[in-house]
């Protein structure tokens, strides 16, 4: 067990729908980050929070955003869905988010878009 | 952007031979690498990393060997185990300030009993 907790582990939805993923960074980790995982496809970089702030942002879409709170949870928003968002989301932590931190990872949520 | 891609996308060993995985990296910029499993139904998990600094590195059963001349890493298994069965991703960081890793496409290992 990472200590990373994402929800739902699974979300089936529709075209055109907006979601809502959550993670919960290990204790003490301050910065947060995610990933896309489509099929059979490598991790891709979307977006990364240090302590409430935007830190670093990748190939992540106009229809997603996401927030850090103020307690560090995170929540990603996925809007206006397609069939290609269907994918594995994980979300990792790691302490400062400073260079050479390992990141540790969640279970993923696996969402499918029907 | 991403620079990692991995030399084979599927391995097969037999139990108790030594596995290698190879990755090769574009940015001669990235200072920092590491390498994680991710089993099925799974997070990726940690399993080393190594500093740009350093040319080898061990762990428990695995090293992790870096040649920067050609931009190339390897993660050595020794005698594999059927739990080594997974997909394993190579990654790496720039030296930008900020802390995301970019991964490749990973490389299926399959442990044959």
């Known amino acids: 067990d990472s200590g990373v907790t994402q929800t739902p582990k699974h979300l089936i939805t529709a075209t055109g729908q907006r979601v809502t993923l959550r993670c919960s960074p290990r204790s003490g980790d301050l910065s947060v980050y995610w990933y896309q995982q489509s099929l059979d496809q490598g991790l891709q970089f979307l977006i990364q929070y240090y302590n409430g702030e935007e830190r670093a942002k990748g190939n992540i879409l106009e229809r997603f955003s996401a927030q850090q709170f103020p307690d560090l949870h995170s929540e990603l928003n996925l809007s206006s869905l397609e069939l290609g968002d269907s994918a594995l989301y994980f979300c990792?932590?790691?302490?400062?988010?400073?260079?050479?931190?390992?990141?540790?990872f969640g279970s993923g949520t696996q969402l499918s878009v029907l | 952007g991403e620079s990692v891609g991995l030399h084979l996308p599927t391995l097969s060993v037999q139990e108790g031979d030594n596995s290698i995985i190879n990755c090769a990296y574009s940015?001669?910029?990235?200072?920092?690498f590491i390498w994680y499993k991710q089993e099925s139904g799974k997070g990726p998990q940690f399993i080393i990393d190594i500093r740009s600094n350093m040319d080898k590195r061990q762990g428990q059963r695995v090293t992790v060997l870096l040649n920067k001349t050609v931009k190339h890493l390897s993660l050595q298994i020794a005698a594999t185990q059927p739990g080594d069965s997974a997909v394993y991703f190579c990654a790496d960081r720039f030296k930008t300030g900020a802390n995301n890793l970019f991964f490749g496409t990973g490389t299926r290992l399959t442990v044959i009993p």
């Open positions: 940015n001669s910029a990235s200072d920092y």
């Open positions: 990792a932590s790691s302490g400062k988010g400073g260079t050479n931190e390992k990141l540790f």
